[in-house]
Structure formats: C-alpha cells, structure tokens
C-alpha cells in the first residue's frame, strides 16, 4: 500500500508541475488573415489595419522590420516604393505609382529584387493571397515610411499584375489559389520526402536528419531550406542543393502549396527540437 500511495504522490506532483509550467509559460494565439473584399469601399487607414493582420500572418516568418538577414529591411518601404516608382515613370514616360510597384513586387517578387537578395524563394501572393488581402498588405506597407493612398476600390492593379478579378477571386488571367493539401504530416508523405528525410534520431539518410531541425533552424530559416534549397544547403549535402528543388519542382510542390500548407509544414518542423 506505501509503496502505491507513493506512486500516485509522485504522479500527482509531477501533473502538477508540468500544469503550472504550462500556465507560467506565454500563450499565443494564431489568427487568420483578414478577409478583404477587392472593390470594397474602404479607405487606406482601415486597409493598412487590415494589411498589418495579413503581414503578421503570411509573410513575417521571412520579412521582417527593422532586420534584413534574409530579406530586406521593410521599415522604410513605403518610401522606398514611391522613390522607385517615381524612377520607372521618368524612364518609361509611363504611369506607375507606388501601389503599382508593391503590387507587383507581391505577384511578381522576381520583378525587383534588392541588391544583395534573390527574391527566387518568395512565392507569389497572388496564388494565396485575396486581391483584397493584397491591396491590404500593401496600405500596410505604404504605411512603412510614407503615408498610406490605396483604397480598397483601386482594383487595376490587383487585376493587371496579379490576374485577380474584383470578385476578390482568381481571374481569366490568373491561377486559382490551390487548395490545401493538408496536415503537414500528409504533406511530407504526399511530396516523398522521406525519401531523403529521416524524421526519428540516428537513422542515417540522404539529406539532413529532421528529428531536431526545430533546435537548429528558426521558423524563418526553415522557411527558406524550403523555398530556396541551394541557398542554405550544409556541405556534408551539396547534392541536395540541386537535387530537392528538381525534385520539388518535378512533383508539383510549389505549384500545389498553399499559405496555410506552408505554415503548417514549418510550425510542424519548428516544433521538432529533438527532445
């Protein structure tokens, strides 16, 4: 009987603990982003609002404010848009306005691309992102340096640069956004990456070992491993470098990948720590 009631006390102090770590510790909530409609009559104070929303959940894993490690610095973009904007229409004796330009760099990132950075990793956002969201995201970043002009009405843009119709949906000229393909866990059987992955300790394979990438990478690293291999390849896999981009490429990944996919997949490996 001592010996049982010494067991339950210690699984009692023990339950107790790790519920008062867990209250101790700080919670976060992940909220989607705002749903925008394109056209809607909405100035640019309540876009930015919005836009801010949208930042926080799609692209801050990689962008940043006020840091430029793997992307640039966002926090004087506003101006920064403007200026070069204003260059292109002096060169081109065409019109083309800083919501111009932050609309494309968002559908097109490989239209311009900082000195120093290769935007070849960055999805397009008009593939996962609402014309709606996208207008929201740019107020948000006009709002950067600068003040704030587009309107939830200035749909030309949206149509010209990303083929999205005023509907807030995918357009004739533009891809549907894809459908998620699911938990992240069906994402990497779906895609065969264990075919170069191992996902428990010491098991030897092809590329590196996954178990504890969380421990290794932080979510914005393990973003970029993703989105642009031979960029952040090991030399024990150089290989891989070449390889996995042909690889996902071959089997659809970028095309059938959705924001929320790629969230999942990275918070899932965030979470791998090895312990």
């Known amino acids: 009987m001592k010996t049982y009631l010494q067991i339950a006390f210690f699984t009692l102090v023990v339950s107790l603990t790790y519920t008062f770590i867990g209250r101790s ?7 989607p982003p705002a749903v925008v409609e394109l056209g809607a009559n909405i100035g640019p104070e309540d876009l930015s609002a919005a836009g801010s929303g949208v930042f926080e959940g799609v692209c801050a894993q990689c962008l940043k404010i006020g840091e430029a490690v793997r992307a640039p610095d966002l926090s004087n973009i506003g101006a920064s848009a403007a200026a070069r904007a204003a260059e292109r229409a002096t060169q081109t004796g065409e019109s083309y306005t800083a919501v111009d330009y932050l609309v494309e760099s968002l559908c097109d990132p490989n239209a311009y691309k900082a000195p120093g950075f290769d935007a070849g990793g960055m999805p397009n956002q008009g593939s996962q992102l609402s014309g709606g969201q996208i207008l929201a995201t740019v107020a948000y970043l006009q ?38 393909v699911g938990p992240p866990e069906a994402v990497f059987a779906e895609f065969a ?5 191992q996902l428990t300790p010491g098991i030897p394979s092809m590329g590196p070992n996954l178990s504890d990438v969380g421990a290794r990478l932080s979510k914005a690293e393990i973003y970029e491993a993703v989105l642009e291999p031979a960029a952040t390849v090991g030399e024990a896999y150089t290989a891989l470098g070449t ?27 965030a979470a791998k720590t090895g312990e």
């Not at 990456?193 to 992955?197: F, N, T």
């Not at 390889?243 to 490996?269: H, I, K, Q």
């Open 25 to 31: 510790l700080p919670q976060f909530e992940n909220h």
């Open 143 to 180: 709002d950067l340096g600068d003040v704030a002009t587009v309107r939830g009405t200035d749909v030309d843009p949206v149509e010209r640069f990303c083929g999205i119709s005023e509907g807030g949906g995918a357009g004739a000229a533009g891809p549907a956004a894809p459908e998620p």
């Open 193 to 197: 990456c264990a075919g170069c992955h």
């Open 243 to 269: 390889l996995m981009p042909m690889t996902l490429d071959g089997n659809g990944f970028y095309e059938r990948m959705s924001a929320a996919d790629y969230r999942a997949l990275v918070d899932w490996l």
